[in-house]
């Protein structure tokens, strides 16, 4: 499986911005797919994920309510919304995927997940 990410940019808080990831590979119905973030310093963050075969999510809860997680099929990519967005929000944004197993913690969990695209820098402005 491979993945690209684009989008992310400077926004000011309280604005809004869309990232997307080019999803390609076989049978990728058996996937999840999820975006994670770092900020300097920090350590990796779940953002939220979504099962390819059905669009299903799930979010962390520092986005949960702002950030929007789809999956385009016929386009092939994942999108994040993201809304309402707060100078904390700043990070790089790197989409993942995994053979989906479950919905346990580690469908949460960074390590898990084999397959990476390279991040995309978002920084939101107070």
């Known amino acids: 499986v491979q993945l690209q990410a684009s989008g992310g940019g400077l926004v000011q808080a309280g604005g809004s911005l869309r990232v997307s990831c080019v999803v390609s590979g076989p049978q990728l119905d058996s996937y999840i797919m999820a975006w994670f973030r770092q900020a300097p310093g920090q350590e990796r963050e779940f953002v939220g994920n979504i099962r390819w075969s059905d669009g299903a999510t799930d979010y962390s809860d520092s986005v949960e309510g702002r950030f929007t997680i789809s999956r385009d099929k016929a386009r092939s990519t994942i999108d994040l919304q993201m809304n309402g967005l707060k100078p904390e929000d700043t990070a790089v944004y790197s989409c993942?995927?995994?053979?989906?197993?479950?919905?346990?913690?580690?469908?949460?969990?960074?390590?898990?997940?084999?397959?990476w695209g390279r991040g995309t820098q978002v920084t939101v402005s107070s």
């Open positions: 993942a995927a995994r053979i989906f197993t479950n919905w346990s913690s580690m469908a949460k969990q960074s390590v898990y997940y084999a397959y």
